[in-house]
């Protein structure tokens, strides 16, 4: 068992120092939700009018609604990016000595998951102290309340980005997964406009969104800020983590892929 | 006793076969070179003996084990130095022994003293707090070979370390696996350079995919020199 968290802790701490050594990283991560919610949502607050609808108790401002898309915008950018830096490292090398460590392959993907994860988790937490600064504020519970949905979603979409860096050959695709995923992953969720009012343009997009996990993901965090469950989102959420995991485990399994192939 | 031993490997890129048939053995404690030309298939053979990849066909035994049925005993007897640099360049010398040793579940004193002893044979101890970004080929390298010796691996497994040394780094490096072969590791050393087999190393050579001769390598080269021996089997000009 000791070999197991010794080689967690290692591969948690490399992240965390690959990470420390990339400020710029952390910087456009916190930079990107920033500007949405103090410029994109400040102009869309008059335009947008909100419902009171749960797990909001009274009438809330736009930016206090598009909070907790936000912190899904990083963890999905994040889990994305830790796919592109699996395909960079297997381009460069590095994933062939994770792969040909004797422990299983799957422990040793999911610490490189866990660990991507929690720097996610960092930032989220780094972005939410910048918004209370500005005065957008949630219940001091659901600061304690939200790790655990942070930790589930970050994990679904960290799932997610290992998946694709099974699939993506080259880093020069990664453009693709710019278009295909991230912006409508992003886009077709609750993160931005609740659903019904969704429902009010379209039918069709508003099940697309309805079905899209990244929403169950939103929604999981949105309640959890105000130190409410929702089951249903956290029910989607896990499945959707399971599903993504075991379909990224079939991607690294030895005898289905040529992880290695290059160089 | 056998260290390492390969029956009837095949793998192919969808219609190109990069290997067929490949079977050889290394006996434990062997220098053994595995010379072939570019392309020959001396890394797709790398990736099956190290489970990057898994062969359709044939089977793979490292110091006893098989590494489809018992992957984890196997690969906790190789000790791999790719071809390509797998350092971490933003991280030092030290950073990425450590990293490497958790990868194999070691720790604490234990880790720290076999890093530091691995560090001395190599030569690199004054260099451990350097990133691996500021060592020079030859440096990288060792550091290379320092960490595939830290958990004791009874067989190493080297994929053309010395492509873009300089002839002293080359020479060093050469010598230095041998020296651990003479002490009793078994070695399988891909290179396409003659120059860096020794006429009483064992010998496999690979070309197009399947193995042309195996045995001592004067033996293999005969009354010529193994360079023009290599070229006439290779069917390249001299």
């Not at chain 2, 018992?70 to 000790?79: K, M, Q, V, Y």
């Not at chain 2, 030569?123 to 500021?134: I, T």
């Amino acid at each position: 068992m000791t070999a197991y968290l010794t080689s967690m802790r290692a591969i948690v701490l490399r992240e965390a120092l690959r990470f420390i050594h990339q400020r710029e990283r952390f910087i456009a991560a916190l930079v990107r939700p920033l500007v949405w919610l103090l410029v994109f949502a400040a102009g869309f607050r008059a335009a947008l009018g909100l419902s009171i609808i749960p797990p909001y108790q009274t009438y809330i401002t736009y930016e206090t609604y598009i909070v907790p898309g936000l912190c899904g915008m990083i963890l999905l950018f994040n889990g994305m990016q830790s796919s592109l830096s699996l395909v960079y490292d297997r381009e460069m090398g590095s994933m062939k000595l994770l792969l040909t460590s004797p422990l299983p392959r799957g422990w040793l993907l999911f610490c490189k998951l866990l660990g991507s994860t929690a720097i996610s988790i960092l930032q989220v937490y780094a972005f939410l102290a910048i918004a209370a600064v500005f005065d957008i504020r949630m219940p001091a519970w659901g600061y304690v309340t939200a790790l655990p949905a942070l930790l589930v979603a970050g994990l679904m979409l960290g799932a997610l980005g290992l998946l694709l860096s099974s699939f993506i050959k080259q880093l020069e695709n990664f453009a693709g997964v710019m278009n295909f995923v991230i912006f409508p992953m992003f886009f077709l969720s609750s993160a931005l406009y609740p659903l019904w009012k969704m429902a009010e343009s379209s039918e069709l997009l508003h099940d697309i969104c309805a079905v899209n996990p990244f929403t169950h993901a939103v929604e999981l965090i949105r309640f959890a800020l105000y130190a409410e469950l929702n089951p249903s989102a956290l029910g989607w959420t896990l499945l959707a983590a399971a599903i993504f995991a075991a379909a990224a485990l079939i991607g690294y399994d030895p005898a289905r892929t040529r992880i290695g192939r290059r160089g | 006793m056998t260290g390492l031993e390969a029956h009837g490997l095949s793998y192919s890129y969808g219609k190109k076969k990069a290997l067929e048939d490949v079977s050889f053995s290394v006996s434990s404690g062997a220098f053994c070179a595995l010379l072939g030309p570019n392309g020959a298939g001396k890394s797709t053979l790398f990736n099956l003996l190290t489970r990057l990849f898994v062969a359709p066909e044939g089977r793979i035994v490292i110091a006893g084990h098989d590494l489809r049925s018992n992957p984890r005993a196997a690969l906790a007897e190789l000790g791999i130095v790719f071809q390509q640099t797998t350092l971490d360049l933003d991280l030092t010398v030290q950073q990425n022994l450590n990293y490497f040793a958790a990868l194999h579940g070691l720790s604490g004193r234990n880790a720290r003293s076999r890093i530091d002893a691995a560090l001395d044979q190599l030569d690199m101890r004054e260099r451990a707090g350097e990133k691996a970004r500021a060592l020079n080929g030859g440096h990288r390298r060792r550091t290379e070979i320092a960490r595939a010796l830290l958990h004791d691996p009874s067989i190493l497994l080297l994929d053309e370390p010395t492509v873009g040394l300089d002839a002293a780094a080359r020479a060093s490096i050469t010598d230095y696996a041998h020296a651990l072969a003479e002490q009793g590791k078994t070695i399988l050393w891909a290179t396409h350079l003659t120059d860096e087999v020794r006429s009483e190393d064992d010998l496999i050579v690979l070309h197009c995919a399947h193995v042309l001769a195996q045995g001592k390598a004067r033996d293999i080269a005969g009354d010529q020199p193994l360079q023009d021996r290599f070229l006439a089997m290779t069917g390249e000009d001299a």
